[in-house]
């Protein structure tokens, strides 16, 4: 009994971390039949989910600690959002670059109308 304990506790073990090692971010935007995820390029998007609704351009402020003790120095940086209206019963999604790259997915409330989010037109 008690080998079959340490058995069940070492492939249980083994198990758990052999998903943690293998497991992808499980971000993606689907748009149609297109799929994006972090670290596509914006050419990349724009082939699969065709042009956002919006665009926007902003900065995005982060503290950074300098060799000084005990100083901080503000940097911004430029990030790209592009915003995606899904339509009525989905979410507007935005999509956020730097330099060109594709970093981040989130939501910004409820989308409203038809949906921009059918991918590329043929």
Not at 15 to 33: E, Q, Y
Not at 71 to 97: E, I, M, P
Not at 102 to 122: A, D
Request: hydrophobic content about 35%; proline content about 4%; glycine content about 12%.
């Amino acid at each position: 009994m008690k080998q079959r304990f340490s058995g069940f506790l070492f492939f249980a073990f083994v198990s758990v971390v052999a998903v943690h090692l293998f497991a992808t971010p499980a971000f993606a935007f689907r748009c149609g039949d297109g799929l994006v995820g972090v670290g596509d390029s914006k050419a990349k998007v724009l082939l699969e989910c065709g042009p956002p609704t919006v665009k926007e351009t902003t900065s995005i402020k982060s503290n950074v600690k300098t060799t000084a003790p005990g100083k901080r120095s503000k940097n911004a940086k430029k990030v790209d959002q592009w915003y995606y209206n899904c339509g009525d019963n989905d979410f507007v999604y935005v999509l956020t670059f730097e330099g060109g790259v594709l970093v981040g997915e989130s939501t910004s409330g409820r989308g409203k109308g038809p949906s921009n989010c059918l991918g590329k037109k043929y």
